[in-house]
């Protein structure tokens, strides 16, 4: 199965859909430091380093999945939010590269912001210009009448060329063993034409049965080997929330495995104020705690990685211990949190690397979905050879 990758950045969902068994034809990327991270990870002959306006889709021939992320920062709660204002907002050109290269399927990823009820207007046209990729905007024409168009044509129901079927879920990493509490909105289409049935993976892990290992059973406290003076002591909202589990489950557990904590994706990494065994694994001081900024607790999931505009938000970055004591992340840590390999090589300063993590696209996440539709196409691809 070929796929092209677009707003490849540092390749978290590349590296998924690989491990998933695509092969990239190519993998198109503006970011020059996201690019350099990439050659080091994948053929340097398929990093195509340049503007996605400028890029000739026809040159990458036959593909079966077209991937990436979308900028997001036009949709970004903690950005302007200019939406469809907003020149960076690239669903345009990814809409471009469907109509081109008409893959099987496609998958892209986005801020939970865009679905923020100021974008529902102009998240729905995204939709539907991703069903009906072959209804493009006349000449002239603004954005609100060519949703009016896709409209009617949608509600006809007698359409006869390209069209996907598209469905979108807001995604909790941390709900399927990602040790993050990342909010993203992903989308994927599949070539209507295929006659293929898809649904996302259902979700593997809850908060429930993390807290119910840490105060019912116990059993959180001792496969960690955590100190009973170094263990979580829970408030008084913890403990109605205990209580109600225990009415609710009685003597057993719930049935999904519990939320993966910072301290479990750290397993194996040394202190890096004592031992720098690795140069992504360097300790960064300066690390400080203030309102809304107060790190990301041991015993929990982190909090979402992020980019951020300028530098490196230290609230979302920082580990936060049982002491209290607070220190920032290493890029080593921070790809651990995100399900990089550890041989996965991030390049450029600290700074610049941990904007490609907060940028990327969980591999084990972007894995699980790439499972999903591999198996499917696979099916389709056999079927149809037979059928043939």
């Known amino acids: 199965m070929k796929s092209l990758e677009i707003f490849s950045g540092a390749g978290g969902l590349a590296e998924g859909l690989r491990i998933s068994g695509f092969e990239h034809t190519g993998l198109l990327e503006y970011n020059k430091d996201a690019c350099n991270t990439l050659r080091l990870n994948f053929p340097k002959s398929k990093i195509f380093e340049q503007d996605i306006r400028n890029f000739n889709f026809k040159d990458i021939g036959s593909i079966d999945i077209l991937g990436g992320g979308p900028p997001c920062q036009p949709f970004s709660l903690g950005g302007k939010a200019k939406g469809f204002d907003d020149s960076r907002d690239m669903f345009p050109h990814a809409i471009q590269g469907i109509r ?5 399927a496609f998958i892209f990823e986005n801020v939970k912001g865009l679905l923020r009820q100021s974008f529902a207007s102009y998240f729905n046209y995204i939709i539907l210009q991703l069903t009906y990729p072959e209804i493009g905007l006349i000449k002239s024409e603004d954005w609100q009448s060519h949703l009016q168009r896709l409209e009617k044509i949608h509600t006809a129901g007698v359409y006869a060329g390209l069209k996907y079927n598209v469905v979108f879920r807001l995604i909790n990493a941390a709900n399927y063993g990602i040790p993050q509490k990342r909010e993203r909105v992903i989308i994927v289409g599949i070539r209507d034409d295929l006659g293929i049935e898809w649904s996302f993976p259902k979700e593997t892990h809850s908060e429930e049965r993390l807290i119910w290992d840490k105060f ?6 001792e496969r960690n080997k955590v100190a009973k003076s170094k263990r979580e002591i829970a408030d008084d909202s913890l403990k109605k929330r205990v209580e109600n589990l225990k009415n609710q489950y009685g003597f057993f557990s719930p049935e999904k495995k519990p939320w993966q904590t910072i301290r479990e994706a750290l397993i194996g990494l040394p202190d890096p104020k004592t031992n720098e065994f690795s140069s992504e694994h360097i300790f960064r001081d300066g690390a400080r705690v203030y309102p ?11 909090k979402t990685i992020k980019a951020g505009d300028h530098g490196v938000p230290g609230g979302e970055n920082m580990i936060r211990f049982e002491n209290g004591e607070v220190r920032y992340l290493t890029i080593l840590e921070a790809k651990r949190i995100q399900t990089f390999p550890d041989d996965y090589l991030i390049t450029g300063s600290w700074t610049e690397g941990m904007r490609q993590l907060g940028n990327a696209v969980p591999v084990k996440l972007a894995n699980l979905i790439g499972n999903e539709l591999i198996k499917k196409l696979s099916c389709q691809q056999a079927f149809g050879s037979i059928a043939v």
């Open 100 to 104: 081109e290269l008409m893959p099987k």
């Open 216 to 221: 019912v059973s116990g059993e959180y406290w």
């Open 292 to 302: 809304g900024h107060t790190g990301s607790y041991i015993d929990e999931p982190s």
